[in-house]
């Protein structure tokens, strides 16, 4: 059973940036994808961006070249260096939301922007990002 816990959400002005962390702990996570979705307000949670145990990242259209994901994953259990994180430079006003990080075991390629997928989720974070 893998437990996550995101952080480093916070209140920044349009353009700013932030960078959010995912921590897993429990089971191999080094052979599980990690993605980041999101939930604006009266909105359905959306795919934001993903990477795989193999290091290959995905991002959603609206992200990309904005927002970087990377993995910190250790082929131990040693769940401190299982970190996944989101740096997410040139904010915009409909970056704002809820951000959660989810993870499975090794997904299919195509079903890995899929939120029914992953069955493994943080409590999310807030990120809001003002005019």
């Known amino acids: 059973q893998v437990q996550l816990v995101e952080s480093g959400g916070g209140q920044v002005q349009a353009g700013g940036s932030l960078k959010l962390s995912c921590a897993a702990s429990g089971g191999m996570y080094s052979r599980y994808t990690t993605a980041w979705f999101r939930q604006a307000p009266e909105k359905e949670r959306e795919f934001v961006a993903a990477?795989?145990?193999?290091?290959?990242?995905?991002?959603?259209?609206?992200?990309k070249g904005r927002f970087t994901i990377s993995g910190d994953t250790d082929t131990s259990t040693d769940s401190a260096k299982n970190t996944v994180t989101l740096q997410m430079n040139d904010l915009i006003s409909t970056d704002t939301g809820v951000y959660y990080c989810a993870a499975d075991l090794s997904l299919p390629a195509g079903t890995i922007t899929s939120i029914d997928r992953y069955r493994f989720w943080g409590p999310g974070t807030r990120v809001a990002v003002s005019p």
């Open positions: 990477i795989t145990w193999g290091g290959r990242p995905y991002y959603a259209d609206s992200v």
